[in-house]
C-alpha cells in the first residue's frame, strides 16, 4: 500500500489590493486634471472620472497611471516621469476631503513622525496589506523598505518627498534596492 501524502488545506487566493476614489481623484482629477485623450484612456481602463466609484482594483489603478505616465510624461524618463506622478499624487490626494485632514497635521507633527506614519498613510491609500519597515539611519534620515509589487519605486519616491516638503523640510529621495517583492528607499532632511 502507497503512503499517503500529507494534504495541506487549500489557501486562499489573496484579494488585489483596492485603491479608494479619494487616491483616483487626487492623482487624476485634482493632479493631473486629466481631459482629451488621457480622460478616453482612463475611462477605457474602468475610471470615470465624471462618475467615479468608490474604489478600484489596483490593477486599475496600475494601467491609468502607467497610461498617465505615456500621456503627461511620455517625453521624460521612467525614473522621472513615475517621481514626477507620486509627487501630483500626493498634492492632488492633500486636497482631497480625506487628504486635508493628513495635509492640516504634517506641518506640526515634523518630518520623523511623517516618516513614522507611513503605514498609517499607505492604509489610508488602500495599501494596508503593503509591508513597510523604516529603520533609522541617524538622526534626519531613513531606509524604507516597501514590500510592493505595483508602485515603481520612483513613485513612492516622490510621495514622500512632497509629504516631507509639508513638514517644512527639504528631503533627497534616492532608491537604494529593487527586488521582485519590493523595494528599499533612503530618505534624508
Not at 502607467?66 to 492632488?92: I, M, P
Request: proline content about 7%; hydrophobic content about 40%; overall charge positive.
Amino acid at each position: 500500500m502507497e503512503p499517503k501524502l500529507p494534504t495541506r488545506p487549500a489557501s486562499e487566493p489573496r484579494a488585489l489590493p483596492r485603491i479608494p476614489v479619494s487616491v483616483m481623484e487626487g492623482l487624476f482629477v485634482r493632479g493631473l486634471k486629466a481631459e482629451g485623450k488621457l480622460a478616453e484612456r482612463l475611462l477605457s481602463y474602468g475610471y470615470d472620472i465624471k462618475k467615479p466609484e468608490v474604489s478600484y482594483s489596483v490593477l486599475t489603478y496600475q494601467r491609468c497611471v502607467n497610461a498617465a505616465r505615456q500621456e503627461v510624461y511620455g517625453h521624460l524618463s521612467d525614473e522621472e516621469a513615475y517621481r514626477l506622478l507620486g509627487r501630483k499624487l500626493v498634492d492632488g490626494f492633500l486636497e482631497t476631503l480625506v487628504g486635508k485632514v493628513v495635509a492640516v497635521a504634517m506641518p506640526m507633527i515634523g518630518p520623523a513622525r511623517v516618516v513614522e506614519r507611513l503605514p498609517r498613510y499607505c492604509a489610508m491609500m488602500g495599501r494596508g496589506e503593503m509591508e513597510v519597515r523604516i529603520m533609522p539611519a541617524g538622526e534626519t534620515a531613513r531606509r524604507i523598505y516597501f514590500g510592493d509589487i505595483y508602485n515603481r519605486p520612483e513613485f513612492l519616491a516622490g510621495a514622500l518627498e512632497v509629504g516631507l516638503e509639508r513638514a517644512h523640510v527639504k528631503p533627497i529621495v534616492s532608491v537604494e534596492e529593487r527586488t521582485a517583492e519590493g523595494y528599499r528607499l533612503f530618505l534624508r532632511w
